[in-house]
Nanobody, 121 residues
Framework: QARLVESGGGLVQAGGSLRLSCAAS????????MGWHRQAPGYKRDFVAA????????WYEDSVKGRFTISRDNAKNTVYLQMNNLKPEDTAVYYC??????????????WGQGTQVTVSS
């Protein structure tokens, strides 16, 4: 059974950093595009970042460009989101997702359960 499990969330002060991890299992995700999305209370889930299967192409939502970095290690079936210079508006539940084709803002086939990120001012 395909499964994505996020970890690394927590409480951090504004200006701080966190690294989220997404461990994939149950199928070979090395050929899948992977993405991170987030959902703040009262808001819909939004795209944050995505990476193609090879790791050579990456996409970011404008508000996180220059602060967040997505990466992947296919040997470990893991995707990461390094988040620097965090702001209170980054507070949300962050979800990892996988898609069969690299369409960053398209449909994702698998989702994790989410990890909470809270940034205090």
């Amino acid at each position: 059974q395909a499964r994505l499990v996020e970890s690394g969330g927590g409480l951090v002060q504004a200006g701080g950093s966190l690294r989220l991890s997404c461990a994939a299992s149950g199928r070979d995700f090395s050929r899948y595009g992977m993405g991170w999305h987030r959902q703040a209370p009262g808001y819909k889930r939004d795209f944050v970042a995505a990476i193609d299967w090879s790791g050579r192409s990456r996409w970011y939502e404008d508000s996180v460009k220059g602060r967040f970095t997505i990466s992947r290690d296919n040997a470990k079936n893991t995707v990461y989101l390094q988040m620097n210079n965090l702001k209170p508006e980054d507070t949300a539940v962050y979800y990892c997702a996988a898609q069969m084709y690299s369409e960053p803002r398209g449909v994702y086939n698998y989702w994790g359960q989410g990890t909470q990120v809270t940034v205090s001012s």
